[in-house]
């Protein structure tokens, strides 16, 4: 099969396009034939080298945590999804940026959703439903969103409206009538926060979602009043400091099946900012290096 991959830690220059043996599902896992994967930090931090004390991967590796497809094959003790299903869902650190993926964690695709649309819920999802469950019950609440506009913000926002949250979200100004569009209140992010926040919530902010991890943690706790009221999905030290909630992506079928059912609800669809072939993995990996994505960017296999 044709698969993304590089051989040696490094910048965007590492990455190939080339043909690759084809993975097989282990029990409890699936395998996709990939219309799309998409693009996350994670990708870059690891393929750069820089969490391979954390996060460390057999080279050569394929960049890519989750994607969409039709099933092609079941592991030992698969049940309730056949061959020929479109899923979508997450597999390991690395590996969907193929022909052929393997996922150990997937829901149907609701058929509102395009493929694009699709592969960019798996990550986004879970990480922001991590996040948001970690806060307790959203609804009548207000909830800050810090770094609303990105993969998992913009996926938070959703599932927090929907959860009945009134939800102020920060982002640049570019990206305000964007947030808008997601059912958010939007303000820009950085200094004075505390101030544009007393006016536009005069009753108070009651809880904080984290997902910049741009050194505001502290701020955000001191805006909600205390740490058990602020979750963060990617300041990890912040959070260990601060005693705020951490909340890490988990392969969960589960919470899959809960952003599906959203979807097909018609109150969660992935915004997708741009879409590249695989040829152009590198582009998109580029691009959203510069930390300034609006919602998703997508790899089309
Ligand atoms: N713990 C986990 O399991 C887990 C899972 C997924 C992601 N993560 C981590 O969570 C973070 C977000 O992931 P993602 O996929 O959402 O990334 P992303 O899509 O690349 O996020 C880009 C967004 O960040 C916003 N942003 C940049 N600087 C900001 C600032 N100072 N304040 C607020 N927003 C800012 C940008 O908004 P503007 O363009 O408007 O500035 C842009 O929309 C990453 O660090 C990622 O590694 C962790």
Do not use: C
Request: aromatic share 4%; no cysteine.
């Amino acid at each position: 099969m044709r698969a993304v991959r590089y051989h040696e830690y490094g910048g965007v220059g590492t990455l190939v396009v080339e043909q690759v043996p084809e993975p097989r599902p282990g029990p409890g896992e699936i395998r996709v034939r990939v219309a799309a994967a998409s693009v996350n930090p994670v990708d870059w931090k690891v393929r750069s080298g820089a969490v391979r004390e954390v996060l460390p991967v057999e080279l050569p590796a394929i960049p890519g945590r989750d994607a969409v497809g039709v099933v092609d094959e079941t592991g030992a003790g698969v049940q309730g999804v056949s061959i020929g299903d479109r899923v979508f869902g997450l597999g390991g650190v690395t590996g969907a940026t193929a022909e052929l993926a393997v996922l150990s964690a997937w829901a149907p695709a609701p058929t509102g959703w395009t493929d694009e649309e699709a592969a960019g819920a798996g990550l986004a999802s879970v990480t922001a439903m991590g996040g948001l469950k970690a806060l307790g019950p959203l609804r009548g609440r207000t909830l800050l969103v810090e770094g609303a506009a990105g993969g998992v913000g913009s996926a938070a926002v959703e599932i927090a409206v929907a959860r009945g949250a009134t939800v102020i979200g920060t982002a640049g100004e570019r990206n305000h009538e964007f947030l808008a569009s997601l059912g958010a209140v939007p303000t820009t992010y950085g200094a004075g926060l505390a101030e544009r926040l007393t006016a536009l919530a005069p009753d108070g902010v009651d809880l904080a979602l984290d997902t910049a991890a741009s050194g505001s943690l502290a701020e955000l706790v001191a805006i909600v009043g205390e740490p058990a009221r602020v979750s963060t999905i990617a300041d990890h030290a912040g959070a260990h400091r601060l005693g705020v909630h951490l909340a890490n992506a988990e392969n969960d079928s589960a919470l899959l099946a809960e952003a599906g059912e959203l979807g097909r609800q018609g109150r969660y669809t992935p915004r997708v900012e741009r879409t590249y072939p695989l040829e152009r993995t590198a582009e998109a990996h580029t691009y959203g290096e510069r930390g300034h994505t609006r919602g998703k960017i997508v790899i089309r296999v």
